[in-house]
């Protein structure tokens, strides 16, 4: 799913000028926790606790190419009016109308 969202990115970079772009990555944090137990203590603050994160870097290859055959689907999602009645179990479905009203008025 990363994959696509960088790419695609990276793809809009390119068409608006901004580009060209040769590298992608997904950046992200996970806690520390590899002996946490043992500075329990230490984390503690008087608002609660504190933890530290290391940052990842996982570099994705630049593919733009996979992107322009999932347009015309993202194109359907996009012109839907109305949820069908197989997403009205989806307890979202309520904001659906809205949130296509408010994403014409972006584009």
Avoid at 40 to 55: K, S
Avoid at 71 to 88: E, T
């Amino acid at each position: 799913m990363y994959e696509f969202q960088l790419n695609g990115n990276a793809l809009i970079a390119d068409r608006v000028g901004l580009g060209p772009v040769n590298q992608v990555a997904l950046v992200y944090t996970e806690p520390v926790t590899d002996g946490y137990a043992d500075l329990l203590d230490e984390a503690r603050t008087e608002d609660g606790f504190r933890m530290g994160f290391h940052a990842k870097v996982v570099p994705v290859d630049p593919d733009r190419s996979k992107i322009p055959p999932l347009l015309p689907k993202a194109r359907g999602i996009y012109d839907v009016s109305a949820p069908s009645s197989a997403a009205k179990g989806c307890e979202d479905w309520a904001n659906f109308d809205t949130l296509v009203k408010a994403s014409r008025t972006w584009c």
